[in-house]
């Protein structure tokens, strides 16, 4: 029969990590106990036999507080919490927008940002937002304590910077986002309960004109790692929010995807996808506020 520790406190996790190094980590558990039960493709979950450790006891991993002109966001934090966050509902809407459309109640409830981010899924709902906003992912161990950019920590799907005995402590966020346009979208096979087949992350600062400033833009499940492409942005600053400026960057967009074709898409429609969520944007052009 498979362990499974509930520690109350960070001590009593490197305690166990030390006698179970191979123990896996969970919180909400909706994607890692899935896969314990049900093979996906070979997957090395699935095959795993060694004890878990679930991390929704502890206090500190479930915190969400402001410091230093940063947003903290613990690993344990629920969906569900974290939509109901005034601090997050303040200064980053958009990351709401995208958890809004991740699963149904019962998983927002259950399932944390910790484990969105470590299950490195291209379609994790809440990634792209979390790239544009520039998220740092803290890590810790007994002994040490590392901050790295959610853009250097997913290597790919499933794949991550944490070592053994570490665990994903939380995500920082720089409140000093300069934009006044912040969008998110999600496209799936249906409206509500699907996995994404393209998502679409942007921030923009427009002047008053209407002139693109600033753009950060971030496209989930068109390739094995989130893309964020300085080429597409870059190309967009100094014109105005057109059809015609984002039609000219469409090229770009498609040559920075990479879709695979699965059950949900052809990588043909994924790739469309991708430059089409671009011409969300226009019902900012013109006024230039959220």
């Known amino acids: 029969m498979r362990e499974v520790f509930i520690p109350d406190h960070l001590d009593e996790v490197w305690d166990i990590l030390e006698r179970e190094p191979e123990a896996l980590l969970y919180a909400g558990g909706t994607d890692l106990l899935v896969r314990l039960r049900f093979d996906f493709a070979g997957s090395p979950v699935r095959r795993f036999a060694g004890s878990l450790i679930c991390l929704e006891r502890i206090d500190e991993l479930k915190s969400i507080h402001e410091a230093d002109g940063q947003i903290f966001i613990g690993s344990c934090v629920s969906h569900t919490k974290l939509m109901e966050n005034l601090l997050i509902q303040k200064h980053f809407p958009f990351l709401i927008q995208a958890v809004k459309v991740l699963g149904s109640p019962p998983i927002r409830n259950m399932g944390t940002i910790g484990g969105n981010i470590c299950t490195a899924s291209p379609a994790g709902d809440t990634l792209p937002p979390l790239y544009t906003l520039g998220a740092i992912v803290e890590i810790r161990s007994i002994d040490s304590n590392r901050l790295v950019p959610l853009k250097g920590f997913i290597k790919g799907p499933g794949k991550t910077a944490l070592q053994r005995s570490e665990i994903v402590y939380g995500v920082w966020i720089n409140t000093d986002q300069d934009y006044n346009v912040c969008y998110y979208e999600k496209v799936g096979q249906r409206k509500a309960l699907a996995i994404a087949i393209a ?47 984002l039609k000219s960057v469409v090229p770009l967009v498609e040559k920075a995807v990479s879709p695979i074709d699965d059950v949900r898409a052809s990588a043909e429609y994924r790739r469309m996808v991708a430059g089409n969520l671009l011409f969300r944007l226009l019902q900012y052009g013109n006024h230039g506020s959220t």
């Open 199 to 245: 998502s679409f992350a942007a921030l923009l600062k427009l002047s008053e004109s209407g002139i693109i400033e600033k753009a950060l833009f971030a496209w989930g499940s068109v390739a094995p790692v989130i893309v964020a492409s300085r080429e597409v942005e870059g190309a967009l600053i100094g014109r105005p929010l057109t059809a015609e400026s």
